[in-house]
């Protein structure tokens, strides 16, 4: 079947508007008239013959007048009798078959088919020169019985299509930009294990290698003259494109994070470089574009840097995590006067579950403990697990009023909570910033005295550290 390739699709449309200005032409009569030409070539032939004719007749050389009209229809293939007929009506000299084919209507006037030319002589006429022929479309049914004109219109069909199609083919080869790269050079870009675009000053891709292609879901071929910027590439915070950074600035680029894909939770996650092409002038003429995918690598340093920041038993963050987001809490307090609440957390009687119950029913309740009050704080605040049944709670922007209610909450929750059969209660110690308070350190030291307090004064409490303590 033909594939309707775009050199197909030209080629058709380069027909079409040949025909039509065949046409066009037609109707403005600019095209010669075939009709109007040979009933001229008729009309010169009969008088012409007439001419003959008289010179003959008028002599009563009845042989001659016979000879030259045989001579005409012999020579003449349109022409299918000739008569010379008197004044008085009757065939003086006649081919053979002028009866039959004369018509007997006939008037005085000479038709397409039918010509009848008065013959005079010194002002008198001597009878009348009558010439039958060929109806005038029998002459274009020369080929296979078919209208030469429908013929001609199949031939420019036929020939016009392939001649545009040879001819656009091969202009479009000169074109096509993926030819101007050889194959040894695309066979070799085809084995690299990274994706590979080289884009023209226009950001079109010029050549796809097949990882690149896979990597986008489309064909190499299809990749061709695409911008490159429309292929579905999420930045990070909008900044621009590795490619366009080249092409708008000369400069290289290495390493810019790219991601790619519909699926917003897993989407390919790339590290790309890009490098200017330069002319023998030093000027960019297109850009070389690499694609390391590093999902994978990017995976599992997140799900490290996950390990190396929670508590494996509740997922809360660890101690070194809970530095880092109390520093940064207290340095953010600090620039902005703002408020800042730390809790301190601690299982009331543990020892005693863990002896009753077991290690593993103390562990369940150490999580149970961990998830009440995790789904209790808002999403600024972090939660840390700071010793075995002992947590730290760091509550930015916080006062003191609002930091004792999220604790009395957590407080009643827990309480409530059944943990395989056991209940617990849990004893907590709020310090807040505002409480002439210097470092982290010193929060988490406040907190811990006030949560010592809760314990001394019969526990399943919340106490807030004030500077008489
Ligand atoms: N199951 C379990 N127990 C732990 C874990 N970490 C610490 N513990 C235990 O928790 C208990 C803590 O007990 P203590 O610090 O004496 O205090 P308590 O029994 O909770 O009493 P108060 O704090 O005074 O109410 C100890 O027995 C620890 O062995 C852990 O990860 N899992």
């Not at 449309?13 to 109007?36: E, F, N, W």
């Not at 909008?238 to 790219?258: F, Q, Y």
């Not at 309740?365 to 840390?384: L, M, N, P, W, Y």
Request: aromatic share 6%; net charge neutral; charged share 25%.
């Amino acid at each position: 079947m033909l594939k309707i390739t775009p050199a197909v699709r030209l080629s058709l449309g380069l027909l079409l508007l040949t025909v039509s200005i065949l046409l066009i032409a037609q109707v403005l009569g600019l095209t010669p008239d075939l009709r109007k030409s040979q009933l001229e070539a008729r009309q010169n032939l009969a008088e012409t013959l007439a001419f003959q004719t008289l010179l003959a007749y008028s002599r009563k050389d009845e042989v001659l007048v016979k000879q030259l009209l045989e001579n005409a229809v012999e020579r003449n293939d349109n022409i299918l009798s000739a008569a010379v007929r008197s004044t008085g009506g009757e065939l003086a000299v006649y081919t053979p078959r002028h009866g039959e084919l004369w018509p007997a209507a006939t008037d005085e006037h000479s038709t397409e088919r039918y010509a009848r030319i008065p013959l005079f002589m010194a002002g008198q006429q001597l009878g009348h020169l009558e010439l039958a022929f060929e109806p005038l479309n029998r002459q274009d049914t020369s080929y296979f019985g078919l209208p030469r004109q429908l013929l001609l219109a199949v031939f420019i069909l036929i020939v016009g299509f392939i001649s545009y199609r040879l001819l656009i083919g091969r202009t479009l080869r000169y074109l096509d930009p993926s030819s101007v790269v050889p194959e040894r050079v695309r066979n070799a870009l085809n084995v690299l294990a990274e994706g590979v675009l080289i884009l023209d000053k226009r950001e079109q891709v010029v050549l796809a290698n097949k990882v690149i292609a896979e990597y986008l879901q489309m064909s190499e071929k299809s990749l061709l003259g695409r911008k490159a910027s429309s292929l579905g590439w999420q930045t990070h915070e909008n900044s621009e494109l590795p490619w366009l950074r080249t092409l708008n600035a000369g400069d290289r680029v290495t390493g810019a994070r790219l991601l790619l894909g519909n699926d917003k939770k897993h989407p390919l996650v790339f590290r790309v470089n890009s490098v200017p092409i330069t002319d023998a002038k030093g000027k960019a003429q297109g850009i070389i574009a690499s694609f390391s995918d590093v999902s994978e690598l990017e995976e599992k340093t997140r799900k490290l840097e996950h390990l190396a920041s929670h508590d494996p038993l509740t997922g809360c963050l660890n101690r070194r995590a809970l530095r880092q987001a109390l520093n940064q809490a207290f340095i953010d307090a600090q620039n902005h006067r703002g408020e800042l609440c730390c809790i301190m957390l601690d299982i009331d009687h543990f020892k005693r579950i863990n002896d009753t119950h077991g290690h593993s029913v103390g562990d369940e309740v150490i999580k149970t403990v961990a998830q009440t009050v995790k789904h209790i704080v808002r999403e600024g605040d972090s939660v840390a697990r700071f010793g075995g049944e002992e947590f730290c709670i760091i509550l930015p922007g916080s006062n003191l009023e609002q930091a004792s209610q999220i604790a009395e909450r957590c407080r009643t929750e827990i309480q409530a909570r059944d943990c395989d059969g056991v209940q617990v209660t849990s004893s907590f110690g709020i310090s807040s910033v505002r409480s002439g308070i210097h470092t982290p350190n010193e929060l988490i030291q406040r907190a811990d005295e006030a949560l010592y307090q809760s314990k001394e004064n019969g526990r399943n409490r919340v106490t807030l550290w004030q500077a008489q303590q």
